[in-house]
């Protein structure tokens, strides 16, 4: 696998990251304290305003709605990244796009095995390691894309368990697939034909997920939930959460499909599947609550990153970013602000929300916090366990960093109300930056960047400094491409 010494140079840490080494006193279970479950759910190209505790108006998620209600939701919450694989390595390691192992969506392949994405390397240190450490069961059932079978980054040799779902994230492009993977073993499922089948995968990760939490519910568990829904393509079960949809009379036009599966009614399709993810999810807290570990509970919610822009999505319909700019892909707002919701009784005030400014990369020190164990020195995150629980002294960024060799080439920084952005940089030696008051323009419309040259040189500082070099995921003009790990065509 790729070595992190290869490329990731710890001296290139910054102040700020390296800070985050001192750890937030407030710690919510010690060695001889029940430690509290934990449930991690990830939509799969889920946007912003997609649910409707977040303004969705066409789209039922009640579930999701009751979580937030019982719950605090994050107003300012970011995924990792705009595309799956690298959002999901800095949720799992906490380290922001900069430092990350993987910064892109690139395939890997070992002789022999299957198809997967570049894989995390055999020492990575993962949330799921932490928690395992710390006495928790582990759980992982939906998309991994973090390292297919035969690799360093394999869920076995990352700290989990026991997995159910998909490897490759290609493959979870479909929901009626020939076979899914439990641990080392092929699940075969002759009856799906990619395309159409009868086993529909998500319902199969829903049911794992019940199973393992009631296997589980005499010890603390860790349950890491990413759900494929609703990443194209669009299929869902006919059932009676489409029938509702389709009865509403919105005007379709068929999706031909493509690379992806065909669909005749693309928009109510694409509502039934966030409906049946809901459903999934309110039959996880009847669960919690049956076994009477409600009160021992988190349980978390969020999206890899923002709606995708193609193959039957109709994003303008459901006005799934607005009034963000930007959608999958893109570093704009709309591509990586999500949804955060979490939900504790008797810790975290029900109805309550935080503006605070966090990102994926912060959840391993929170999750860490809330585990009672200490958090790993080299991470960019800080515990936002304080604006979760609304006590105690919440540290603040100064400033969150991203990038994204794919789509461009970009750069983007969220300093305060300012946001930087620029793309190119694999044609330009010193593309324009664009800044943005998200304060006062939270569409992104009005470039301010001529207006406030202290603040750009500033943003244009923090995207040199954070950059440190990747062979697999060059960014910037003329730096070096590694393709050895790169799949043979």
């Not at 001889?32 to 889920?46: C, F």
């Not at 297919?148 to 479909?174: K, M, R, V």
């Not at 990586?336 to 005030?349: E, H, M, S, Y």
């Amino acid at each position: 696998g790729i070595k992190r010494r290869d490329f990731l140079k710890l001296s290139a840490l910054s102040a700020v990251s390296l800070a985050a080494g001192c750890r937030n006193s407030l710690r919510m279970a010690s060695d001889n304290e029940q430690k509290p479950n934990i449930i991690y759910i990830l939509a799969d190209d889920l946007g912003y305003r997609e649910v409707g505790c977040f303004g969705q108006k066409k789209i039922k998620t009640p579930n999701i709605d009751s979580l937030a209600a019982e719950g605090i939701k994050f107003t300012n919450h970011y995924s990792g990244n705009a595309v799956c694989a690298p959002s999901r390595c800095c949720l799992m390691t906490g380290l922001h796009p900069g430092h990350a192992y993987i910064r892109g969506n690139a395939d890997y392949q070992m002789p022999n095995c299957e198809r997967g994405q570049i894989p995390l390397p055999l020492d990575a240190i993962t949330i799921t390691k932490l928690a395992k450490k710390a006495g928790y069961v582990t759980g992982v059932m939906g998309k991994w894309g973090l390292g297919g079978q035969c690799t360093s980054g394999a869920p076995e040799n990352q700290g989990i368990d026991h997995f159910f779902g998909y490897l490759d994230q290609w493959e979870a492009h479909f929901y009626y697939p020939d076979h899914l993977w439990r641990n080392t073993e092929k699940v075969l499922y002759p009856e799906n034909k990619i395309r159409t089948g009868e086993t529909y995968s998500a319902d199969e990760i829903a049911k794992e997920a019940l199973t393992f939490i009631k296997q589980n519910k005499d010890r603390p568990f860790f349950l890491y939930l990413p759900f494929t829904i609703p990443h194209v393509s669009l299929q869902v079960p006919d059932d009676e959460i489409l029938q509702y949809y389709k009865s509403l009379g919105w005007d379709e036009t068929p999706y031909e499909g493509d690379h992806y599966t065909g669909n005749p009614t693309p928009r109510a399709t694409y509502a039934a599947m966030i409906t049946r993810m809901d459903k999934y999810i309110g039959q996880i807290m009847d669960l919690v609550k049956q076994l009477g570990l409600d009160e021992d509970t988190i349980i978390m919610f969020s999206s890899d990153n923002g709606t995708t822009y193609c193959c039957g999505v109709d994003y303008q319909f459901f006005e799934s970013v607005s009034p963000l700019k930007g959608l999958k892909g893109s570093l704009h707002e709309g591509g990586i602000r999500v949804p955060f919701i979490a939900r504790w009784p008797g810790k975290i005030k029900p109805g309550t929300t935080s503006d605070h400014i966090c990102a994926f990369w912060d959840m391993m020190p929170t999750l860490c916090d809330i585990m009672g164990i200490e958090t790993p020195q080299h991470t960019d995150g800080i515990s936002f366990l304080p604006a979760l629980l609304g006590k105690g002294y919440q540290k603040e960024h100064e400033y969150l960093y991203w990038e994204l060799p794919e789509y461009g080439a970009q750069q983007t920084v969220r300093m305060g109300r300012w946001k930087g952005y620029r793309t190119n940089l694999r044609k330009q030696a010193h593309p324009k930056l664009e800044l943005y008051d998200l304060d006062a323009d939270p569409g992104q419309e009005i470039d301010v960047a001529d207006k406030h040259p202290d603040i750009t040189k500033k943003i244009e500082e923090i995207m040199q400094e954070e950059h440190v070099y990747h062979p697999e995921f060059p960014l910037l003009l003329n730096e070096k491409l590694n393709s050895k790990f790169r799949t043979e065509k």
